[in-house]
């Protein structure tokens, strides 16, 4: 993985961590991208990909593929990036993001974290359960989604979020901010989709056969 900051090096200050979450039913360059687009604008010293035994938005989806399969896309489209797949949320018991915050920030008490969502999630935000206790817990880092942009601003969560706005040339800063926090950040975006991928080789997760066999849950963590 990447080394400290220069800051976190300088000061011998706590790890700055970003964190994802999502299905990542598969995992995409998408993915990578929005990742390694944050880790500088935001000064990270590693994003942690939150691969999420089950997303409760999504109860029922049958498209959605075995955890163990969608860890393995995760982890090889990580390689060689400071990006950290983990299922923890799996040995941590959770399945809401306010209760896997709660957990994370116990667990780690010298890592800093900020949560970062795309404007499709922003959109709907609302719907997380205690939505405005997640924005109270860590700061948040918006990065913007063609097609999604009007609805994440026109949202019920955007209208409450809207007064903590932070100005994106501070965002380096991010750990000194008084919460809530947001920052609305813009990348070229990627076209590739979860959805996308899954239409063209529906069977994707078949070439993670070997993550399935027995015995081998002990590599999720």
């Given at each position: 993985m990447a080394a400290k900051s220069p800051q976190?090096?300088?000061?011998g200050g706590p790890r700055r961590i970003g964190l994802l979450g999502g299905s990542f039913n598969p995992a995409h360059s998408g993915h990578r991208n929005?990742?390694?687009h944050a880790l500088r604008a935001l000064d990270l010293d590693e994003v942690w990909w939150l691969v999420?035994?089950?997303?409760?938005?999504?109860a029922g989806d049958s498209d959605?593929?075995?955890?163990?399969?969608?860890?393995?896309?995760?982890?090889a489209m990580a390689?060689?990036?400071?990006i950290r797949p983990t299922a923890i949320e799996r040995r941590l018991r959770t399945r809401y993001t306010v209760d896997t915050l709660a957990k994370l920030t116990r667990l780690y008490p010298r890592h800093r974290f900020i949560w970062l969502m795309g404007s499709d999630n922003l959109a709907q935000f609302d719907r997380w359960r205690g939505w405005r206790r997640i924005a109270r817990q860590v700061p948040i880092a918006v990065i913007a989604r063609p097609g999604y942009n009007r609805d994440a601003h026109a949202s019920p969560a955007m209208s409450?979020?809207?007064r903590y706005v932070r100005p994106a040339g501070q965002a380096k800063n991010w750990t000194r901010w008084r919460l809530p926090a947001l920052v609305l950040l813009r990348f070229r975006p990627d076209p590739n989709s979860a959805t996308r991928l899954r239409a063209t080789d529906p069977a994707w997760h078949r070439r993670y056969a070997p993550s399935?066999?027995?015995g081998t849950n002990r590599r999720i963590r």
């Open positions: 976190a090096k300088k000061k929005i990742s390694l999420s035994p089950g997303n409760p938005l999504k959605m593929a075995p955890l163990a399969a969608r860890l393995a896309s995760a982890r390689k060689h990036a400071p409450w979020l809207r399935l066999e027995p």
